[in-house]
C-alpha cells in the first residue's frame, strides 16, 4: 500500500510644509499588524515558543527586501531590528510587509512584547503570547506539508510515501530542547538536540509512531519529526 501525507491545514498652502513633512515621517514608521505576532510556518497566532521561527506582519517594517546569509543568524538586516522583551531577535529576512525572526529561547513563558526598528523609527510595542510548545507544520503551495519520503524524495501525490515507511516533517515551535542551542545558532547534528515537551502524531486519523523530534541539524530553529507511516490505503491524509 502507498500513501501521501498532507498537512491541514496566512489645506491650507500656509501649512503645506509643516503637512508634508508629518505625513512623510509617518509614512516611515514600522507597525505591526493586529495579532501579527505568528508561528513562522503554520501563520497562526497564539502558536509561538521559545526557540522557534516567527513571522511579524505589518507595514514599513523594512525599506527593502534582504534575507540572512549564515549563522549564526545576525541581529539587523538593513535598517531593520527587533527587540523581544527588550532583547534583539535574531533574523532570518526582513521586508516592508514581513519579517521572520527567531524568538529567543531566553523569553519568558506569558505576555511577551515586540518592537521593530526601522532606522530611528520604532513601533509601537505589540504584545503577544508565549507558550511552552506551539508547533507549526511548513507548507508548500500553502496546503501541502513539506514532508520527506524514506527514500529522501519530496512527498507529493506522485511520490507517495509507503505505508509502514518512515517519513521526515519538518515544523517549528518545539520549544525547550534537552541539548541546548545557542539563540541564533545552528542545531548541531551530535549529540541531537530533542524536544522536551511531550509529543504525538496521526496520519488520517491514524495514530503514527514518532521516532524521533528535535532540531533540524545545520538549521536554525526549524524542527523535524520523524513518524512511521500506519497501514492506510493509497490517498491524501491530514497530518497532525
Given at each position: 500500500m502507498r500513501s501521501v501525507v498532507l498537512a491541514r491545514r496566512l489645506p491650507g498652502m500656509l501649512c503645506s510644509t509643516a503637512l508634508f513633512y508629518s505625513v512623510q515621517g509617518s509614512a516611515q514608521v514600522p507597525s505591526v499588524a493586529p495579532g501579527g505576532v505568528v508561528n513562522g510556518?503554520?501563520?497562526?497566532?497564539?502558536?509561538?515558543?521559545?526557540?522557534?521561527?516567527?513571522?511579524?506582519?505589518?507595514?514599513?517594517?523594512?525599506?527593502?527586501?534582504?534575507e540572512a546569509q549564515g549563522a549564526p543568524l545576525p541581529t539587523s538586516l538593513g535598517t531593520t531590528s527587533?527587540?523581544?522583551?527588550?532583547?534583539?531577535?535574531?533574523?532570518?529576512?526582513?521586508?516592508?510587509?514581513?519579517?521572520?525572526?527567531?524568538?529567543?529561547?531566553?523569553?519568558?513563558l506569558g505576555?511577551?512584547?515586540l518592537v521593530v526598528m526601522v532606522g530611528s523609527f520604532s513601533s509601537a510595542p505589540a504584545l503577544f503570547s508565549v507558550s511552552i510548545a506551539g508547533p507549526g507544520i511548513f507548507l508548500a503551495n500553502g496546503i501541502r506539508a513539506v514532508v520527506q519520503n524514506q527514500d529522501g524524495s519530496a512527498n507529493t501525490p506522485t511520490e507517495p510515501a509507503e505505508s509502514g515507511s518512515v517519513i521526515v516533517a519538518y515544523l517549528t515551535g518545539q520549544g525547550a530542547v534537552d541539548n541546548p542551542v545557542p539563540t541564533g545558532a545552528i542545531a548541531p547534528a551530535s549529540p541531537l538536540s530533542r524536544a522536551v515537551a511531550s509529543s504525538s502524531a496521526t496520519i488520517g486519523?491514524?495514530?503514527?509512531?514518532?521516532?524521533?523530534?528535535?532540531?533540524?541539524?545545520?538549521?536554525?530553529?526549524?524542527?523535524?519529526?520523524?513518524?512511521?507511516?500506519p497501514n492506510l490505503p493509497v490517498g491524501d491524509y491530514p497530518l497532525w
Open positions: 510556518a503554520s501563520f497562526a497566532p497564539g502558536s509561538v515558543a521559545p526557540g522557534s521561527i516567527i513571522s511579524i506582519l505589518g507595514n514599513n517594517l523594512a525599506t527593502a527586501t534582504s527587533v527587540r523581544i522583551n527588550g532583547g534583539l531577535a535574531p533574523l532570518y529576512y526582513v521586508s516592508p510587509k514581513q519579517i521572520n525572526a527567531q524568538l529567543p529561547y531566553e523569553t519568558a505576555s511577551a512584547s486519523g491514524q495514530k503514527a509512531g514518532i521516532q524521533f523530534l528535535g532540531l533540524t541539524p545545520s538549521l536554525v530553529g526549524v524542527l523535524q519529526v520523524n513518524i512511521q507511516v
